[in-house]
């Protein structure tokens, strides 16, 4: 997913160029790009769920380690999808030594309709001595696990697979006991690219079909398509030896519940191992309207049904988010199960 609400505003942060949501602005690498990835509408749909229910509201981050890492990436400003998004869940997942990066900048050549990412052509650019330095940030952060993510790169010959899988190596080399996962755009459907992306050896590839099939052409650009990103996983999977391969899907667009069991038995049919379902949330008025807030006990009977559909873990919840926790994900350990006893409210990108 990216992520359910557009949970990758990467880079805001450092560059802190003063637009608008919707306008177009000059990135400082010199090419145009639409803040928040859609352009202003002069009659926004109306959200059609009423107000956010109690069970979205967000704990305030805590805890010693979380508090020591948000000083670490201060002091060296660095950047983490975590804090960028700010996502409910960074307490939490900082503290077991989980985090988000995002690689290949934060503007996408895409602009899907549930995502705040910016979006524009950034004509190739690409920064070298990137690999290096999200490894490093991995080693400061002394992190059991990392997810690297990115946005669509449609102007670069391989979609950026490449660049990713180098940075996959140089965590590997820098940090040999950390895990990586990758959660990575379409590359078009290219078997190349991503089999480019797998021999780098990340311990999980994931890529997010988002939404249900009927509702893709409206959720998502129209480069994106529900097959692309079913055959994407399928490649993962085939070639992957060793490699668990994870989706996930938005709820709370207008799905109904046969497209909701279809699309899970799609991803089984690929072979797909991990699944997280969250809730859709508005990330600006000029992107798609919430059509409904789903409650936990529903999340709680989704990953029910998904587990019997035969994926070795799904985590479900109204605030989760793909990375929610995922070195538990990975090891199957009732990662759901302990979210929904412990707080339904309390779920991340």
């Not at 670490?72 to 985090?99: D, F, K, Q, Y």
């Not at 994926?311 to 988010?321: D, K």
């Given at each position: 997913m990216t992520t359910p609400g557009g949970a990758h505003g990467a880079h805001h942060a450092l560059t802190a160029i003063p637009v608008v949501s919707g306008e177009k602005y000059r990135t400082p690498q010199g090419f145009s790009a639409v803040r928040n990835g859609q352009k202003r509408r002069a009659a926004p749909e109306p959200d059609r769920a009423g107000r956010k229910?109690?069970?979205?509201?967000?704990?305030?981050?805590?805890?010693?380690?979380?508090?020591?890492?948000?000083?670490?990436?201060?002091?060296?400003?660095?950047?983490?999808?975590?804090?960028?998004?700010?996502?409910?869940?960074?307490?939490?997942?900082?503290?077991?030594?989980?985090?988000?990066?995002?690689?290949?900048?934060?503007?996408?050549?895409?602009?899907?309709?549930?995502?705040?990412?910016?979006?524009?052509n950034p004509s190739g650019w690409l920064d070298a001595d990137?690999?290096?330095?999200?490894?490093?940030?991995?080693?400061?952060?002394?992190?059991?696990?990392?997810?690297?993510?990115s946005v669509d790169r449609?102007?670069?010959?391989?979609?950026?697979?490449?660049?990713?899988?180098?940075?996959v190596r140089a965590i590997r080399r820098r940090s040999p006991k950390t895990a990586v996962e990758v959660l990575t755009p379409d590359f078009r459907g290219s078997e190349e690219a991503v089999r480019t992306v797998l021999a780098s050896k990340p311990a999980v590839f994931a890529h997010n079909v988002e939404t249900v099939r009927r509702l893709t052409p409206r959720v998502r650009d129209p480069r994106a398509g529900y097959d692309q990103s079913l055959d994407v996983l399928g490649i993962a999977a085939r070639h992957g030896a060793g490699i668990l391969t994870k989706s996930s899907i938005m709820?709370?667009?207008?799905?109904r519940p046969g497209e909701i069991r279809q699309a899970m038995r799609d991803l089984r049919s690929r072979d797909v191992s991990l699944l997280t379902l969250g809730q859709y949330l508005r990330p600006t008025r000029h992107h798609l309207p919430v059509e409904r807030y789903?409650?936990?006990?529903?999340?709680?009977?989704?990953?029910?049904?998904?587990?019997?559909?035969?994926?070795?873990?799904?985590?479900?919840?109204?605030?989760?988010?793909?990375?929610?926790?995922?070195?538990?994900a990975l090891m199957g350990n009732n990662a759901g199960v302990e979210l929904h006893t412990m707080n339904p409210a309390f779920s991340c990108p």
């Open positions: 229910p109690r069970w979205l509201r967000a704990q305030l981050p805590s805890g010693a380690r979380y508090q020591r890492l948000k000083s670490l990436m201060r002091e060296h400003r660095l950047a983490t999808v975590c804090e960028e998004s700010h996502c409910p869940n960074i307490g939490e997942c900082w503290n077991a030594g989980t985090a988000t990066l995002m690689v290949m900048g934060g503007v996408c050549t895409r602009a899907c309709r549930f995502c705040a990412v910016d979006t524009g990137e690999p290096d330095n999200a490894a490093e940030t991995v080693r400061m952060m002394d992190l059991g696990y990392v997810v690297l993510t449609d102007d670069l010959p391989d979609g950026g697979a490449s660049h990713f899988a180098s940075c709820l709370g667009l207008g799905e789903l409650p936990p006990e529903e999340f709680a009977e989704w990953r029910e049904y998904g587990l019997a559909a035969g994926f070795r873990e799904v985590v479900a919840g109204p605030l989760v988010r793909s990375s929610y926790r995922a070195e538990r």
